[in-house]
């Protein structure tokens, strides 16, 4: 099977910047697109960033000029860089990927999730 191990969460004031990074490991043929998504108390689970394997980058407005995201493909693992950090970015933040595995000698492509990371920036 394929996990998602987050890391990088924690406490920063306003303007601080902090780094995410998640790392999938398993029976991995390949990683196609990957990203964070986050959730916010009382509020649906939205996405924050993805990249493609081509490298390909997607935000959300909240994120654009402040946060960017990457990927080593490689070792499979996607981060994303948080700067200017503002108090309505605190948040759960979970990492996301659609991965290509290998089980029982079979392929197949499923989606995964972390299990989140918080992050809080204080005013």
């Known amino acids: 099977q394929v996990q998602l191990v987050e890391s990088g969460g924690g406490l920063v004031q306003a303007g601080g910047s902090l780094r995410l990074s998640c790392a999938a490991s398993?029976?991995?043929?390949?990683?196609?697109?990957m990203g964070w998504y986050r959730q916010a108390p009382g509020k649906q689970r939205e996405l924050v960033a993805t990249?493609?394997?081509?490298?390909?980058?997607n935000y959300a407005d909240s994120g654009k000029g402040r946060f960017t995201i990457s990927r080593d493909g490689d070792k499979n693992t996607v981060d994303l860089q948080m700067n200017s950090l503002k108090p309505e970015d605190t948040a759960v933040y979970y990492c996301?990927?659609?991965?290509?595995?290998?089980?029982?000698?079979?392929?197949?492509?499923?989606?995964?999730w972390g299990q989140g990371t918080q992050v809080t920036v204080s005013s």
């Open positions: 990249i493609t394997s081509g490298g390909n980058t």
């Open positions: 996301y990927a659609n991965i290509l595995s290998r089980i029982l000698g079979r392929t197949r492509t499923s989606e995964y």
């Open positions: 398993g029976t991995i043929v390949s990683s196609n697109v």
